[in-house]
Every structure is written in C-alpha cells, then in structure tokens.
C-alpha cells in the first residue's frame, strides 16, 4: 500500500528550502554551503563538515543552532542523488557513536553486580546516553524549522532505498525510524474526516497518495465524497497538510462484490441512512517515509467506531480488497509446473471448453496439459470470452482461497506458524478481521487482472470477534475465514 | 521558577479518570483493578502485576493494549501516597530491562572488530533495543488516552519528588524524562498570545501557576493583559489546555525600575505604539514534571521576534528579574561572619547612623562590628527609616551585584570556570543577556525583601550582542554586564 | 428582564472612537469636529450640520462617506449628555423625510384607478422611497465602521430613554428600530453554547448583563457553568464578542422549587446523564438597545430542542421564574383597601397567629381589620418567624395563583381579553408554556421579598401543548395552569 | 459580469429542499403541498393559498411560523417555471398591501398640519407601517431556514426574469431587492483571501461563477491562486459557501498589457515582492439575485488597502479590463452608414492595404467605401494578416477611444451630463478610476474579438485621484483620462 518518493520530491523540497532561506540568513559563518557542488566533491564535502560541527557545538545557544541546521538543510536540498548519498553518508559515518566510550560503557556492564539495581540502572542509563550519536542530535534540531518534521519523514523515504544497497546507512535510517516512531506515536494523531468542504491542497494529496483504485479526476473525487461515501485520515498536528494514511468507505447495502459499481461515477449516491454495510475499499498510507510505524489498524477501528456513532444501521463493516499477490505466486506455480494444481475434474472442463470453443490453435498449444490452463490465463481477453471465464472460475476461486489461507512466510521462529503470504490479508488478519468472500472479476482493469485474475475479497470485522481473531492469528497463525472459504481452501 | 504539584492534583487526576471509564469498561479481564485499597496491599499489588502483563501482551491487538492503559491508570488514581509509591516501584524494579540479556549483548559489542562499521551499528543497535524497558511501552500507551500526555507530566513530578529518597525509582523517572523529552521537543511547541479573549479556563491556569509575582484576581490578570501588556506562552498541541511556560511583557519607555508600578491596577495603560522598551517582568515554568527540559530561552527570543515586528519603535528588551538567592547567600557569608565584607567607609557610616539615629539599643547590641550591619537589615522596616535605608544602600547594592557576577558553583570540570550562584542570572546569562542595572528597593514586598533585600535587577537583551554573551558565558565562564555593575562587582 | 445602560457605556464609545480615528483621519474636510464643546453649543451644531450634509453628498463615492460617518461619531462620542441630545434632535428633526414630497405622493396615491394593480404597486414605491429620510442613510453607514453595529444598538439605547420626554425624537428611534430589527432578524442568530471555556472578555459581559440573579464573582459564574449546568446565549455574526440573550438552565432531577439549592456553590454537581428535568432559571436581555425586538421565544425552544438531543432522558422543561409584579400589585390593593382580599377563615387564622403570638403592640395595631395581614408583610422577618409565615403561606400563594393568572391589562381591542399584568408571566404564556407550581419561600433575597413575598413560579413547557397553549392565550387570553393552580386562583 | 441563474438551480434548491423537510414534517396542516402538480393548475393553487394564510397568522408562534415557510419553500421547489410564475403571482397580488388602508392613511397625511412635526412623524410612521406588504413578512421567515437566504437571492434571480414580461410581479421583485439589499449591507460583508487551501467546495464556485475568463480546470484555477496572484472575494457571514462577488489581480512589472500572458498556465511564477503594479484582471458578480446591490466598488478599495499593506513595492493598482459593448457600438454605427466614422488619412491607408494585399474579391466588393472597414473587420482572421492588421490599429484604437470617453447613454436628468456607454467603464469611472491605455490585441479570444475586436483597457486606481474622479464624473460627468488616451479620443 505504499508509494515511491514522487518525482516532485527534489521540486517540493526546494520550495520550502526557500521558506528556511531567511532563518539559515540569520547566521554567520555558514560560509560556501549556499553554492556546492551538487555532487558533493570532496573539497565541498569539507564545508559539510564545517557546518555540522558549528551545528553540534551549539555556537551561540540552540536557537542559533536550529538556525545552522536550515543551512544544512538548505545545502542537502541543493544536491542530486549522488551528492546526497555522500552527505547521508557523511552524517552515518562521522556522526556516530563514540565507540570507544561504548567498549568503556558496556565493559563497566559487564562489572556491575547483578543484585545491586540501582547501580544497574545507573550504568545502564550511562549506555543509552554513550549510544546516541551526535547525528541523532543534529536530525532532532530540523524539527524547528518549518516543515522540518515532513523533510526528515522524505529523508527516511530516500534513506531507506539508498540503505538497500549501502549497509553504512542503515545505523543512520534506524536513528531516524526511532526518531519518527516516538514523533509519530499514535496518542498525537488526529482521526480526520476529509470532505469536499476540506482545502483543495489536501484533496490535491489524496489525488496523488491514492495506491489503490487511481482517482482519475477531481470528479472522480468528489464521489468519493459523496453523501453516501467517507473519507478519514489520519493527521499529525505539525504536518497537518499533509494525509499520514487514509481509508475510503462506501456506504451500501449488503457486501459489495465489485469495485467498478463503487467507482461509477454516473450510479446515483443512495441515502446513508439506510445502509446495513460500510465498505472500506481503499487504504493508503501516503508517506514512504513512514514506513514500519504502523497505525492502519488504528485508524480502521477508529472509523469503525465514528461510523457507529453516526449510522446505527450500519452492522457489517467489511473490505472490499485487492489480493496484490496471488497472481505472481500463480505463476511461480505454474513455473514450477506442479501437477496436483489443477483436480483431475477442473482439468477435463477445461479440455472441452478448449476443444469446445474451437480454438483450435491454443487447443493444440496446451492440449492434455496443465499448460493450458496456463495459456488461458495468459491471455488477457478471457473475462471477455464466456465458456473460458465460467470453466476458469472454479480452479481460480479455489486456488486464491488456498493462496489466501494457506500459503505462508516461513516462520520467524521454530514452532510457530508464519504470517500469510499476502501483505494485504496479513495486515487485516492482524487487525483482527476475518477472510468473508472472494468476488469474481471483482476487479476487471489491468492492474486487478494482473493482481488477482480479477479477483476480489472481502474481509469482515466482526467487532465481537475482533480480539479473539487476532489473538489466534498472532499466536498460532490460525488465520479466520467463513465457512465458504475454509470449504474452497481445503478442496 | 517551579512550582510544587498543586493540591489539586488527585482531584484533576480524578477527573480525566471519569473521562477514561468508558475506554476502560471495553476491556475484560480487568478483574479487581476498580476497587483497590487506596494502600496498595501487597494482594492488591498482585493485580496490579496481572493488569501489567495483560498490558504488555498486547492481548487482542495495539487497540486493546490502549485500552487496558486506562484501566491501570485509573487502578493509578484511585491510589493515596503510599499506595502510588508502591505501584511505581513495581513498575520500577519489575518492569526494567532484562539484565542478563544487557550483560550478553554488552560482551557481545566487546567481541565485535572495531574496523567493521556496519556490524558496530548493528550491535549498538541491538544493545539500544535492550535497554528498553518493558516500563517505557507501558507509559508510552498512556498516551493515547485522553490528558494521558498531562498524566504523563504530573506522573513525572510525583516520581521526581519520591525519587529523591528512593533510588529505586530514579531510572523510571529517567525513562519518563527523556520519553516527554523527546514529545516536547521545541519544534512542536506553539508560542501564543494569551489575551483577555483566551478561554476563561486557560486563564485560570495562568492565575494558579503564576510564580513569580502572584496574580491577585482576575482584576489584577485583566490588568497585566492590557493594551501596554502582553503575555505569551507556549502551548503543546496535545495538551492545548495547558500553558507550559508563560511570559509577562509591559510596553514602557526607559527601564522599569520597580514591580510595584507595573503591578499597579490604578496606573493608565500607555499607548504601546509609543514605547520604547519591552520589560520581561515574570517568567513562570507552569508544569513541575516537565522540569529539565527548557524552552525558557526558546520563549524569550521568539517573544522578542513577534514583539519587533508588531513594535518596530521598541528597541530594548529587557527583563525586571527577582534575585531570589541573593539574601541567603548574604545571610551565610554573615554566619560565617566574614570579616572583609564591609568596606571600611560603608562600616563607618552605617556605625554614625545608627549612633545618630539615638538607636541606643540597636547601637549598642551591634557597634563597633560587623555585627551592627547584620542586626539593620534583619529588620524588617528598615526601608521606612530613611536615614538607614540611605546608609544600608551603597553596601548591599555593591554586594549584591558582587553576588551576581562573581559568586560561583564549583566548575564542572577541573579548569573551567563555575556557573554564577544564582539561579534567575544563570538563566538570563546562558540566553546571552547581560546585567545592566541593580534596581534599589525595587520589590519591597515580603518576598522580595526576604529574597534580595528589595532589590531587583534589569537582565539586557541586546540583540546584537546575544550570541557572544552565550559563548562568552558557556566557554569561558565570563558574565557580560554593564560598566556600571562591573565597577559596583570589583569595588 | 432588561438592563439600563451601563455607566461603562460612555468609556466604551470612547474606545471604539479611538478605533475609528484611523478611518475618520483618511477624510478631508472634517474640520473642527474633533474638538467640539461638550454641550454642544450653537456654533458646533453648524460644524455637525455640515458633517452631515458632506456625508449624505457621498463626496467621494460611498468608501468616502463611510469614512466621514466615523468622524461624526467620533464627535457624537465626544459629547456629554445635553450635547448629545442636541445632535440627535439635528438629525431627528433636519434629516427627515421631505413633507412635502411625502404630501405631493399622498395626493398621487389617492388619484390612482383602484383596479390598476400594477400602477399602484409604483405608486406605493414611490411612497415607500420618499419615506426613507436621510437620517436613515446616515445610520446605515455607521454599520461599515469597526463594532458600528454595536455603536447604533446603544444609540438606540440612548435614543429611548431621551424619546420619553421628546416627542420629536421618536421617530429617529423608530427608524433606528426598524433598522436593526431587520439586521437582527432571527435568521441571522447563532445559538452558541457558552461554557468556562468562552473567552473571558465573553464571560466578563455575562456577568454584567445577568439581570435576575446577580453574579457575584467569577467562581459563581464557573459554577453556573459546571457539568450539570448549561448557559445558552444568541449572537449575532456582526456583533460576537456580546450576548444578546441568554438562558442558564441546571439539569436537576424533578421540578427545582427553591433558587437557593440551585445557585449554592457549595453543592455538588449532579451527573447530568441521570437528570430528568432542565430548569430554566434565568433569562436576560443583554441589549437595552434591542427591547421590542424579540427572540426570546426562539432562544427557550432552540435551547429545548439541543438538550433533547444531548440529554434523551430528560422529560421535563420547566422555568423557576420570579415574579416581578405581585408585591407592587399587591401593595396597591391594600393600599386601596380593598375588603374581598382574604377569605374569611384565612382572616381569622391571622389574627390567632397574631394574638397566639403575643404580639400584643403589632396586635393593636392591626387586629381586626386586613390591616393586620399588610402589617405582617410589611415587617421584613416574617419568614422566620414560623407561626406567621404559616399562617400567610395560604393567603399570599393563593393571591398570588389569582394575580399571575387573572389580574390583567386592559384589552387592546373591545371584545379580547386583556394580556396578564405580569411581564414574566406574559412572556412564557406567549411562548405556549403553562403556568405549573408555586414555590413558597423560593427566593428569600431581598430582591426576591421585594417583588413577590419570596414566592418563584414554574413554567411548564410541555411540547405537545406549546402550539395550543400559545394559540389560546393569544387568541382568547386563556392561560394554560396546571389543576392546582387553577384551583388557587378561583378559590 | 453578471451571469445567468445555472441551469443546476433547481437540482441545488431541491437539496436544500431535503434538508428542510424533517423542519417542515414538524407541522401539522400542510395538507398537500408536498404533491403538488409542478404546473400549479388552480385546485392546488388553492393549497397554496392556505399554506400562506396559515404561515401569516402565525398559528403556534413564530416558531411554528417558520416551519411552515419551510413546506411553503419546499412546495415553491417542486414546481417547475409555469408553477413557480403562478406561485410568486398568487404572492405578489394577494399578498400585497392593503390599497384601502393605504389610501385612507394617505388622505390622514394630507389632513396633518405641516408645522406638527410629531404629529407628521407619527403619520408618517402609519404610512410606513401600511406600506409593507404581508408577502414581505412571508419571504423574511426563510431567512431562519438554512440556506434560505440563498434561496432568496435564487428566488430574485427568477423574479427579475419573469418580470421583465409581467409588470404585477414588480412589486414583489423590488420587495425583495430592499429586503436583499439590507441584509447585504457592506457592512455585514467579509473581504476574503481564497487560496488553494479553501475548500474546494467553494473554488469550484468560484470556477463556475468566473464571468470574464472563462476557468477551463483546476489547473487553471491552480495557476490563479499561484505566489504572484491573489483572489479576493466578498462573503456573507450567513451564506459562508457562496462568494458574492471576487476580483483576481496578478502582481507583475509595468502595466499588463494583454490577457494571453496572464492567464499562461506554462509561464513561471514571478516573486510578489518584486512586483510593483497589481493587474485587477477579472471582476466577477456571482449572485444574480443581488444585481443592483452594489458591492463592486467597496470591493476594489479593500482589496487595494489590503495589498499596499501587503506590498509596500507595489506603487501602481490598474485594472486589464474587457471593452464588452465596443462592437455592438461599432456595428450599429456601421449599420447606420455614419460617413464621418473614418478619417480620410484611415480610409486611404484602409483602401492600399486591400488593393495592395492583392485581395481582389474583397477589395472589389468594397473598394472605395467605408464599407471596405466593415467586411474587413467582419473576416474573423484578420488579426492573423500582418498588413490588414496594421492597417485596421489606428482606426479602431481611434474609435475605442471615443466610445470609451465620449458615447453616453442619453442623461436622466435634463442639463447633466449622461453616463458612459460601455458597462464596465461606467463602473470604473464611477469608482473613481481613469483611462489609462489602450491595449491593441490585448484579447484574441472569440469572445475578445467578438466583444471589442480584440483590445482590452486598463483602468488605473490612482489613490490620490480617486475622489476627486469619482466626483467629476458623477457631478459633471468628466471622464478621467491619460493623455494618451485624450489625443486618441479627439483626433
């Protein structure tokens, strides 16, 4: 459910590099660091160091130095991929710990006697403080300037894909996750309803973080906004324009099994008042920069509880959700070419429909084979084409039931089940919900075939079940279905 | 600048437990938390454990976790004094880190190649996660709760206050100090004006934390929120019906020399597009258990910030500062009967007045000594009987700003010089302000008069000046003043 | 239910004035009018008549003459009580309407075909156009000025009180009524929930305007404010740092009979969750510039409509009201003797307390004759002294039930019947209430003795009987009672 | 700049229709009016009849009268054009005034001495009171709807267009307009900054409301509120979704001279704090139900105070503004075959150029006569033919000029002079402005060349003219001009 770092990111960040431009004025002594190189060659490097060192020795009390971090800022926005990679690399290297003082620190441990717990205590606390580094200190001060809490959020985002493949930076990302994950703690977010009443430069986010059914049009939008549909975000009150994550809901009666219905912009809005099913169709989290700092299932059962409130009709809440994985493991299957995929009975239906049809030349491509079921899915006009579609849909149902349920992560530890293989089932059966229904072509665009054979789920969150499902998926990864699915996943 | 815990602390506390009923009665297994003996017997300890436990397995998902954190904050609440030490020292011993797990990872980092700086931050990085104590998750889902920030807060100046006879409890306290640090950085702090169109009830708490010079009725608080007033705060955005610091301003022209005119409800407020100069006359820290964690010097520059623009003709900002260590200071040195602390002139006068003056028994319980100069000022009229008052003036002023500039903590470190004695000039000097003027009986309230002998003292913010003063004050241990208390100072 | 003017009312035009300097100093040829005699004299009127007529003449297009009309109120603020009678009775008398024009469109009028509808229709547009005077226009303009709507709402103020003795005024003042009548159209009024959150300032005119039991300081008013207390006052957009109108209601548990109970600071707050009742025990208009124009009824069943949807069990709306009239109304039937005032057995039952009594001297003076029962009531005392007080309880509540429901004005027009002599009483019978219960002894202040013998009286507002009630009173002057007050009155 | 009632008025009043059905439902006796034929046929014009009979008698108070303006409201939206003319005919004849009282009361007038001036007042009054009709009270009670003021001014919007065939519906409109125009007194009126921050509710108002330049996207819109513009609109603090009227200006350098590089979504944004000429390049009225209700001038003058506050570089405020009636002009003049339209200099050059460009055909049909102007300029391309064009700039800025200064509608008053022709010169001038300079290509548009063969104008604010402007214009009717454009004008 997440985003890439958008392109504008370079752009975004230079315009509030122009907003610290006046407070990084106030200093002296930030000398150079306003014309670098942006690749960041050695001799410039220097003056990175320069500045980071004024920064940490607190020249002139700490206001001055939040003023030399907007300098510092300033400069890091000024350079390309290569130069910042150099910076970042700088700060995790040179900025750590002393690790001197650390051997010292955890030798003096490692003397302490066990019983005495107030000298325990002690020692340890000289360890916390002896394991933050300087560049900690130095990410904490950005805080002040204005937006400086979304441009380390977007330093996380670009931290995170260069410590793919740079071991070095990962002390520095870890730093920061901490860092946001204490800044970002859930006791400070706001539940917000979003609405077309809200500014147009936060709707314009929602347009761009929307991951999952793109919004096509500000139209599409305001549909979305309709009298029969809800729109929550969560907001911090010092990044308040920006969504953190956001949910979208349909009203409706009884579970929906597609998504073009609720994305038709020409079906009239019903009246809310009357609905017996919330539909949350739509989760996205909107900063990269967030990731692993999780408050999704928050903000679900936040909104369950507002929708509550205001339509005590309202008994089902339900998803109505994309299965992002089942086709790419389909295919790792069927690479593989396991045979027992298909039963003995779903194999002859698709014989005939092949020879049925006439089609004659696939027919002979994949004829006697699991390989035609293979090249049937391979081409994407079949949910065009009726006799295939009816022939594809018991084997397709009845393997994404066993993807769904069955397939799982090795277990972190010996003994334990895994987590399932779906990232989208694994955050709602760790919320607690429960695998309802698969929908059939649920989802015809492109990237629903791609996805899922068109394939949709629904996942229930019953709220008296809620605890007792995630307790039993958490301990002993029993994963919670209807009856109809535990029937198709067993078959 | 701190003041104690109110009284009305239990009673507030009592109040948002009320509020935190509702989240608490959704949980089960909360059984006997809701009618513990306010003692904390050791059968009632037990289900304090048991709530701790359930708290930490997070039974039932984040969600349920928050909610079992009202249930032991309420359990918290309905303690007395005694009861709430045990709970906290419970907390405390039984909820620490895992000492063995320390003592591995600590010989583990000492195992680990100096040269390879990718495994360092790994191991630094395990050893942080296990000096995270399972005590710091649970205070951490308070603050999901509503007020669970402000619980946090007075839960802090409790602990600091029982902390000081039970070390036991004072790796709690730092675990508290550096988790509200971390929440109350600068940048998320919001500096307000505080007028009298604020909420009543914020106001209310202005009148009750007030330190410095008590507010008398909300007469007295209209007056200090006049057109020649301003009054400023700094305000979380979590606990928005709190000030945490707060700044009282009177527009003037030329240097206020006395409380007594500012405070006076009967005077006229001037026309504050005339003055010339901004007067800082009180500055009161508002939450005991945020001590340690200062914004103090953030306050007055971004007052002096927002004053310059709104009043380009005001170009001194200075503070009219209590010198509360003054006094006692002088009452030690007195003890201690110090023989060279009267020059031999001002030993001279005091002795013809006090002959003159027919005082024929002060004169001849003190004459002829030193004796004579301690037995004046513990009177407490002095200031009404002219002639004493005019001989008690040269000497105490002259001590007084000695006491300021010159008087010392033990340094820090060996050849660095201490910082000044008194606590009020320590805060100002750090800022970067200077000493410009020792204000002769202007405070003869009891307070002011048992604290500094009536005296008051301007500390000087001149802009331009700020930043060297701090490092003149932060390296070399070197207090800025005016040519007139440097000469008072060496006399 | 009003409040004169307050003696502040002069300091407060003066402030807005200085507000308004700004504006007026944009204008030329305002000469001399910032620095007029007080009183007004002959050679100022000049000044003022030219102001006027350069304002009306919209020199310099509608912004100019905006401008001019702060500096005429500028100088209107400036002026003592006769110099403002001056300038009201220039504009009353020099700004009216053209007579003869008004003359000349009479006598069209009158010639016009009777059937020609559309012709009439200009005709009367012509008539409604040349009786709009310029003094009309000038008031209008004040409105553009900073709190001008607040300026001409005390002007009225100000207006009524001098149009009682100058005839020539009224029918500025009428103009001035019928302005803001239709600025004040209930349309425009926003029902705002006032708690010890409002801003002070707010909070501060509540406390000035409450006109039936008086605040008596600001722990009183946080009391008025407390959880089972509620404060609702209407506000206009233009006008929201004043209360128009406001009610305090205390949510109780069965009908409130005594006001003491409901304002002692000492009692405890009740869960309003559990109360079955909402007392409405205080209403005050807070403009004296507004009387005639009524919102009262609106304000009462917006207020009902609110706490039925925050407080589904409350059953019961019911004022505690005093009543203003019965003592004067009282007073002035034993003064005129009247012999049919008490009943036989209750004359009797007086003298016995009397005589019982040993009131030998008090006895004289009054035995025999009705004389007797005025005495009594006429010694402040007498509800502590028990055996009066029960001896008057019957004949003082049961005159009262006959003056609140019988005792009325004459009848406007022949053949209706008159409204009641009580303003309160009238007020709620207009709304649709029900005139409910006596309260013996329910005000014992002395205001409370002065105007109704301690006794306070319950309207009832039922919903379902609102509409017939109101309908019945001012159709055939019936007032709704409940069986025992019926039964009261008639004995 | 007035723009039509949207064809969506219905579909948006039917909303508001929705919203007041659960305060409708609240009455008994609305028999019927919720089905209503949509024609009015006179069996239901008879319920209307009787909803308004019972909404005036005020049956259950005023409340209750509310209620049923409600279902009256309602009714009114369920109508289509023929049932909505019967409905406001039915009010505007039956509801109007009483002829007969108003002819007795003028006869009483014509009766009163002229020297009693009490006495006149109080006539007068009468008159007054027996003027307003009982459908004026009727269309006041929407006002306590919500949105029934906006129901209003769509309800005028109608009005004017269906009286402009029917004189009896006039009455009722001009009822309407005084009513509309006090409550929408500049007074009440709030100046806002609308920002891709504002809802986006209410930008896509003002998208649909651009009356002048045409909004083709959010893109668009987007641009228009970029760094160097500011949109500014006035807003009713009752009817906060609805802008009344808004200006757009661009901060650029120098006087803008043409449309295109204004409204260029490509062209980079400048930095405002360089600009020194604000451009009021659009002004559009978006309530056609306030037509006559001026606000315009207030408007500009605000929004100048506003940005020399904002801007001190900004020394210049000028408008780029349309010439809408300068071809219809021409044209006629055209038509009428004046002689004397062309100098003999223009017409020589007019008649080269054709025989020159070797345009035989056209040259042929028009050779030697004026009439060669008016085909050349009736070929829409011309502007794209270099020699056509350069030969048509002199005439045509020639004659824009004079249409601009000197073509006036015939004057209202014998001896004064008349106003200017075109609209939105007479705005400007009225506000003081003059013509400044002549833009040739300034608008290619369609509707540019359509409207003014493609020039635009700029009216320039000086502040220090516009008083004195402002007064030769409306007292002389003296149009302020540049030299420039003088020359032009008499040439």
New interface residues.
Partial sequence: MNKEVSPGFLGRLMTWGAVWRDIADKVSGADGLDSLNPDLPEEDARKIRVGLDDCLAS??????A?ARAATLGRAYLSLNETGRARFLEILA?EY??D?DR??DT??E??DVD?DD??T???A??R??DV?VPPRLRLL?Q????PR??KFLVDMRAELMRLARDN??L??LE?DLR??LA??F????LELQRIT?????????KIITYEAVHEIQS?ADL?DRLDHDRRLYAFVH??MP?EPLIFVEVALVNGLASNVHDLLDLSAPALDPEEADTAIFYSISNAQAGLAGISFG??LI?QVVERLSHSFPKVNTYSTLSPIPGFRPWLDRRLAEGEPGLLLPAERKTLAQVVAGNGDSDAAKATSGSKGSFKALIAEPDWPGREPVANALKGPLTRLCARYLVNERRPPRQEGRAGTVLDPVAHFHL???ARVERLNWLGDRSAKGMAQSAGMMVNYLYKLNE??RN??AYQGQGKVATSTAIRSLARA
Same sequence: chains 1, 2, 3, 4.
């Fill in positions: 020249r002139g009390g700490e206001v001055s939040r290297r750590a710990t690790h650390v051997r955890a030798a441990l490692l066990r717990f107030a325990l205590q002690a340890e606390g360890m916390r394991l904490t950005f805080n002040a300037l400086g809490i071991p070095a990962r002390g870890r901490d860092l204490s800044w703690d859930i006791g400070f077309w009443n809200s500014p147009a430069a936060f709707l314009e500000w305001k009150p010092n324009e299932n928050f059962k760790t919320n607690g809620i605890e995630h307790e």
